[in-house]
């Protein structure tokens, strides 16, 4: 058993790949069409991936039920500051962090409005 992905409904494909692959550093990694719906996946290191359906209606409105995706990054300031200036991107909640964990956290918002939280693993 594993998790292989989560799909979220989007109404501006290019954005969210500008927001992911551009300001968060994951790859998109496959895409395809079917039943009228562009389904596009972006993933990082491991194999588990974000799926973006995407048709011309407007699906998603708000996003609802959806407390956050997380993400790792490797310079939680130079990602923030790369998808605020980049993406308008709103920082719900600063960094901080866990040292119990060992590691810093902040909350941002994507194109779409869903949170995404930032981890950065500290070095020991």
């Keep these: ?3 292989l992905h989560t799909a979220i409904w989007v109404d501006d494909i290019d954005a969210q790949l ?3 692959c551009d300001g968060l550093g994951l790859e998109q990694t496959r895409e395809f069409d079917l039943d009228g719906i562009t389904n596009t996946y972006v993933a990082g290191e491991s194999d588990t991936e ?8 407007e699906r998603n409105p708000e996003p609802t039920g959806i407390d956050h995706l997380a993400v790792e990054v490797a310079d939680m300031a130079e990602t923030i500051e790369t998808v ?32 995404v939280e930032l981890i950065e693993t500290l070095e020991a």
């Design 1 to 3: 058993m594993d998790v």
């Design 18 to 20: 500008d927001f992911y």
């Design 50 to 57: 974000i799926q973006f359906k995407h048709d011309d209606t």
């Design 84 to 115: 605020v200036e980049r993406n308008d991107s709103v920082v719900v909640e600063d960094p901080r962090t866990i040292e119990e964990m060992g590691i810093r956290i902040a909350f941002v918002t994507d194109p779409e409005g869903y949170v």
